[in-house]
């Protein structure tokens, strides 16, 4: 394994256009973490699974937002209806437990809505 | 809830020099932990360091070491020796050993700026 994959790395579309990402953990660990990251600020959870269950998401995740982690390992993040706000980069992490264990976070993919 | 503070959106340091990132947080838990992720433009995060709180030895890793204080709630990173390498977007973060999912809060970030 090379680390967590994700593609594409950038997406531009136009407002209410429906987008997705997708994510290729480290393929040993069992959790896998979304997060949105815009200009100036620190990456928000959006959303977290252990293996192929979603157990928490961010009020940050409306319902324009799915994602979805078949079978334990490459995870897809989808976004309908795009709009202008929705603009940041989707940084898609994967950790193996918990605890003090480390986070690797993937190269993220950037969404330019216009 | 956590929340995570650093208080300088932008740091400048001359090549060789030392430089030291702030972050404070707020929590009501004895125990957490702690952690420094570097942020290149247009690539990955990276883990710098981490620090568990129950360890009262700060950690260090080669070129960077962290000055924790449990119980002023500050948990700053010292730069040593610092390369234009260093250059990039500096994240603190904290997370709770008691969140079922066990996620990663974040503060602002601090920009570092290398001069040759």
């Known amino acids: 394994d090379t680390g967590v994959s994700q593609d594409p790395r950038h997406k531009i579309t136009k407002r209410g256009q429906n987008v997705t990402f997708r994510c290729d953990p480290i393929?040993?660990?069992?959790?896998l973490y979304w997060y949105r990251q815009t200009l100036g600020q620190g990456p928000e959870f959006l959303t977290y699974?252990?293996?192929?269950?979603?157990?928490?998401k961010s009020r940050l995740l409306s319902d324009r937002f799915s994602a979805e982690r078949p079978k334990g390992s490459f995870s897809t993040l989808e976004i309908q209806r795009t709009e202008q706000g929705d603009s940041a980069m989707y940084l898609c992490?994967?950790?193996?437990?918990?605890?003090?264990?480390?986070?690797?976070f993937g190269a993220g993919s950037r969404l330019t809505v216009l | 809830a956590q929340t995570v503070t650093q208080s300088q959106p932008e740091m400048s340091v001359q090549e060789a020099e030392t430089v030291t990132l702030s972050c404070t947080y707020d929590t009501s838990e004895s125990d957490y932990y702690l952690f420094w992720y570097k942020q290149p433009p247009s690539r990955q995060m990276i883990l710098v360091i981490r620090q568990e709180a129950y360890k009262q030895q700060n950690a260090t890793e080669n070129r960077f070491s962290v000055n924790f204080q449990k119980a002023a709630k500050s948990f700053s990173l010292k730069i040593s020796d610092s390369q234009l390498g260093d250059a990039a977007m500096y994240f603190c973060a904290y997370r709770s050993p008691n969140s079922g999912y066990s996620t990663l809060t974040f503060g602002k970030g601090t920009m570092l700026l290398v001069s040759p």
């Open positions: 992490a994967s950790i193996r437990g918990a605890g003090a264990n480390v986070l690797t």
């Open positions: 393929s040993e660990h069992n959790r």
């Open positions: 699974f252990q293996n192929e269950a979603q157990l928490e």
